[in-house]
T-cell receptor, first 111, second 116 residues
Framework: AQSVTQLDSHVSVSEGTPVLLRCNYSSSYSPSLFWYVQHPNKGLQLLLKYTSAATLVKGINGFEAEFKKSETSFHLTKPSAHMSDAAEYFCVVSALGRLYFGRGTQLTVWP | GAVVSQHPSWVICKSGTSVKIECRSLDFQATTMFWYRQFPKQSLMLMATSNEGSKATYEQGVEKDKFLINHASLTLSTLTVTSAHPEDSSFYIC????????????FGPGTRLLVL
């Protein structure tokens, strides 16, 4: 069975400080993992994806995520938050052609 | 590349009427298209998966006679909410996957439906 757990429903950071959004997954298969971002009333934009190549994946807008099989984690990080990063972030596992979504983490960035 | 559009972005309708939402892949031919529903402050719920020229596969609990999906071409899928009721009000998002793209799905901007 596949499942995704996003450990924090809300994360608040100050502009210029690091961002950490946590995600743990469970999968019966070798998973493909994704992070998507959703701004209010918008669709989802792909930030990055892991597909069994390098375990450290770099995405758009300065985000990156590290796949750790031993910890079944795929945490999303960014060294320095920007106001425009405020949004909802979804960690997603793909298996057998369908996506399994985490419940989302709302990121707030304070000036 | 990999742009997906939806139309309309907003729709308000009266209870009992039907509403059609279009999903288009603009710069690629989509092997498969997906329809999701998202309630406020919640994650996406997969409603159905459709492949061009074949019947859609609906998730458990999704009424196929209420949510009609037509996948007429490799770049267009439509979702029709028939006899809409206020409880159908939601944010509907489509996505598409493309040949050689693996399991990556590219999402449309969503359609906000309000049924009065």
């Amino acid at each position: 069975a596949q499942s995704v757990t996003q450990l924090d429903s809300h994360v608040s950071v100050s502009e210029g400080t690091p961002v950490l959004l946590r995600c743990n997954y469970s999968s019966s298969y070798s998973p493909s993992l994704f992070w998507y971002v959703q701004h209010p009333n918008k669709g989802l934009q792909l930030l990055l994806k892991y597909t069994s190549a390098a375990t450290l994946v770099k995405g758009i807008n300065g985000f990156e995520a590290e796949f750790k099989k031993s910890e079944t984690s795929f945490h999303l990080t960014k060294p320095s938050a920007h106001m425009s990063d405020a949004a909802e972030y979804f960690c997603v596992v793909s298996a057998l052609g369908r996506l399994y979504f985490g419940r989302g983490t709302q990121l707030t960035v304070w000036p | 590349g990999a742009v997906v559009s939806q139309h309309p972005s907003w729709v308000i309708c009266k209870s009992g009427t039907s509403v059609k939402i279009e999903c288009r892949s603009l710069d690629f031919q989509a092997t498969t298209m997906f329809w999701y529903r998202q309630f406020p402050k919640q994650s996406l719920m997969l409603m159905a998966t459709s492949n061009e020229g074949s019947k859609a596969t609906y998730e458990q609990g999704v009424e196929k006679d209420k949510f009609l999906i037509n996948h007429a071409s490799l770049t267009l899928s439509t979702l029709t909410v028939t006899s809409a009721h206020p409880e159908d009000s939601s944010f509907y998002i489509c996505s598409a996957s493309r040949p050689g793209g693996g399991e990556t799905q590219y999402f449309g901007p969503g359609t906000r439906l309000l049924v009065l």
